[in-house]
């Protein structure tokens, strides 16, 4: 096939007549686009002249990225994959080509302006790395692909896929040439989805999404084989009588400033039953809004409850588990309860425990139901994130961005592997690397309360603060991949 230099194919989707014919209208004033091909259902009328018209029906399909592979005979692909019309900025496309050029990138993205409820926004986004393996990176509307090698990662993509053609797609593209943003601000797209962060985390953990989930995963998983860090479902067995303890369980809070929620919390530990003595420690980060009033008041009346003020000013909440669980008094395992969350009833603590010795791990996560600040359901519901499994959990825990709740711990093993002391996905930081050589047990019952309230640290972040917490577990999972490469040398 002869290659027509320097131009570009564009494939977008149908969306509106009108908005459609927008979006053509806005690419064809670049001299660099070749053709403009528009992907829609067959039952769709598209009835625009000077395109192509390719009835694909998702964008998102194996079947669109292997005909999009196919159709496109230009130096470079252009994925826009809203239906909304598309603004480009000055010589966008120019822009895209030369830092493509320059680079010799197997994909370039850019930053880019949002209109929501009519104001324009700025939209950061951030650099891909070898560990951007979550499929809700954010890439933004526009993409633009060399093609050579799309069609080279387009080979390896599974026809049968309808939702994770494109995740494929991208994760083919970077075993070959980088993936690059461009750092300017190159178009405007229009955003519909005006819910705050807190609001759309949970998004890829809703059970309506299961289809989705694991297409993804098996996306991922043969990513992971090509490039070395698959591991096989074969873990270091625990010794479970390595080390005396005092108590059998540690639940650990650690808290700073949470007066409305800390006594909830606390009540919700002390009244488990059990058939083994446990205790509460909470490290209390120098809170001053009553919260350590609180927490003495109770450590006055019930012995099981340690008190622990740092002695130190910079911990992190990975800080204060490492304060809590370096504590003499720390039980063989060490079981999460964050400061505004409770345990759905007194079994919580006996059914962990049970469940360690059960599945031999080091690790076991729970299953959650999301509530209200007056405890009342609220969607996506219960959390039981099914997408672990213990055949593929630690692979697939590469592509998700968080492993569920409640979390516990073999204090041994914990020990040895330090929390890191930051504020956010420090849980997460933990389970990848304990992962990689033990297994984590699972509870797929719901057994722990997930508090949603206008004071979760992530009810509502800004784009930046959103990108720095993105960023953060990306490299983690960079640096975990790297380890686990290095696991078969």
Not at 400 to 413: C, D, E, K, Q, S
Request: glycine share 6%.
């Amino acid at each position: 096939m002869i290659i027509e230099m320097k131009k570009i194919t564009c494939f977008i989707p149908f969306g509106t007549q009108a908005e459609t014919l927008a979006t053509v209208l806005e690419l064809k004033k670049s001299e660099l686009v070749s053709n403009i091909i528009v992907v829609k259902n067959p039952e769709q009328t598209c009835s625009i002249e000077g395109v192509e018209v390719l009835d694909s029906g998702s964008m998102t399909s194996g079947k669109f990225v292997q005909q999009m592979a196919s159709r496109s005979n230009t130096s470079y692909t252009l994925i826009y994959t809203r239906q909304s019309s598309l603004q480009l900025g000055q010589l966008a496309l120019e822009r895209f080509v030369q830092i493509a050029d320059d680079t010799q990138s197997g994909m370039v993205y850019s930053n880019y302006l949002a209109v929501k409820n009519g104001k324009v926004e700025n939209q950061p986004v951030i650099d891909y790395q070898e560990g951007s393996l979550r499929d809700d990176f954010n890439f933004g509307s526009v993409m633009l692909y060399r093609t050579e090698i799309l069609k080279k990662a387009a080979e390896g993509i599974s026809a049968e896929f309808a939702f994770a053609g494109l995740y494929a797609l991208r994760l083919g593209v970077s075993q070959y040439a980088e993936l690059f943003r461009i750092p300017e601000y190159l178009y405007t797209e229009h955003e519909s989805d005006l819910r705050k962060s807190g609001e759309k985390i949970f998004d890829y953990v809703d059970p309506k999404n299961r289809a989705v989930q694991i297409e993804m995963e098996e996306a991922c998983t043969k990513h992971l084989k090509n490039v070395g860090a698959y591991l096989e479902p074969v873990f270091t067995p625990i010794q479970f009588d390595e080390q005396d303890f005092e108590v059998e369980a540690s639940v650990i809070i650690p808290v700073r400033n949470r007066v409305r929620t800390i006594e909830d919390a606390i009540k919700s530990v002390l009244s488990q039953k059990t058939n083994f003595k446990f205790n509460l420690i909470i490290a209390d980060n120098f809170s001053n809004d009553g919260t350590s009033e609180i927490i003495q008041k109770y450590a006055a009346t019930d012995g099981r409850l340690i008190h622990v003020i740092p002695d130190r000013t910079d911990l992190g909440i990975g800080g204060c588990w490492n304060l809590a669980v370096s504590h003499p008094k720390c039980g063989k395992f060490a079981i999460q309860l964050d400061s505004d969350d409770l345990y759905l009833d007194e079994t919580t603590v006996q059914q962990v425990v049970d469940a360690f010795y059960a599945q031999n791990c080091a690790m076991v996560v729970g299953t959650y139901q999301m509530v209200n600040f007056a405890l009342e359901e609220i969607p996506p519901g219960i959390i039981d994130h099914k997408e672990w499994t213990p055949e593929n959990g630690r692979n697939n825990a590469l592509r998700i961005n968080g492993l569920g709740a409640p979390r516990a711990f073999y204090t041994p093993v914990l020990r040895r592997i330090p929390v890191p002391n930051v504020n956010y996905g420090e849980d997460y930081a933990l389970g990848l690397a304990i992962s990689r050589r033990y297994q984590i047990g699972r509870i797929y019952n719901p057994i722990y309360l997930c508090r949603r309230w206008d004071d979760n640290s992530d009810a509502s972040l800004s784009i930046e603060v959103m990108n720095g917490h993105n960023l953060y577990k990306d490299r983690i999972r960079t640096i975990e991949l790297k380890a686990r490469k290095n696991l078969g040398k």
